[in-house]
């Protein structure tokens, strides 16, 4: 596994030319706005404010970029790659243009970003599947995108019903390799699991 030394923002970006170098390997943060994502960036790499966290749901709409220092718990060496934190999608108040424009980005990431390795997709672990986090799924596909699904909020349902809940989200999002991990950013549950998977990516 990973341990995380330090981590620090970059820079946004809307196009690809305004991307920063590709000089590290990339992983990618995704899921519908209010899923809890940017306290669980902060949570795994124990900063209480690296992503800021808005009160208001769909305000991001950037790609915010972040390079990452990390250390092989085993080998002791330490490396880098970039974390991009994509905007909350889903959000009902936002104009259909802007969700047009948001979807454009996101393509336009895909097409254009070779050093991307994985993405971690959050969803809510007291909700059913959601369409947009499926076609999520269908776009990850199509770009043969290796993925995680971590199922946030963990800690508001009871923990005798966590396993039969991930059960059920696994077979509505017909996910037939890919494990749902619970995570909690309250409980500080689900931490090592993400982190062993980001591991195993880069």
Do not use: C
Not at 127 to 138: V, Y
């Amino acid at each position: 596994m990973i341990r995380i030394i330090n981590s620090s923002f970059i820079k946004s970006a809307v196009l690809p030319r305004d991307y920063p170098e590709p000089d590290n390997v990339e992983l990618a943060f995704a899921g519908k706005s209010n899923v809890g994502k940017s306290s669980l960036i902060n949570t795994i790499l124990n900063r209480k404010a690296l992503v800021k966290i808005s009160s208001t749901p769909g305000k991001t709409r950037l790609l915010n970029f972040f390079r990452i220092k990390f250390r092989e718990t085993i080998s002791q060496e330490d490396g880098y790659f970039n974390l991009v934190d994509f905007p909350g999608y889903g959000y009902a108040k936002v104009s259909k243009t802007e969700r047009d424009r948001w979807q454009k980005m996101l393509w336009d990431y895909f097409d254009h970003r070779q050093n991307l390795i994985g993405v971690v997709l959050l969803i809510d672990i007291r909700h059913k599947a959601d369409p947009k986090d499926l076609k999520m799924i269908e776009m990850l596909t199509l770009y043969n995108t290796k993925f995680l699904v971590v199922a946030t909020k963990a800690d508001k349902i009871p923990r005798n019903k966590i396993k039969s809940t991930l059960n059920s989200l696994q077979s509505q999002f017909s996910l037939l390799e890919n494990k749902i991990i619970p995570f909690s950013s309250l409980k500080k549950t689900g931490i090592d699991n993400v982190l062993a998977w980001i591991g195993s990516r880069i």
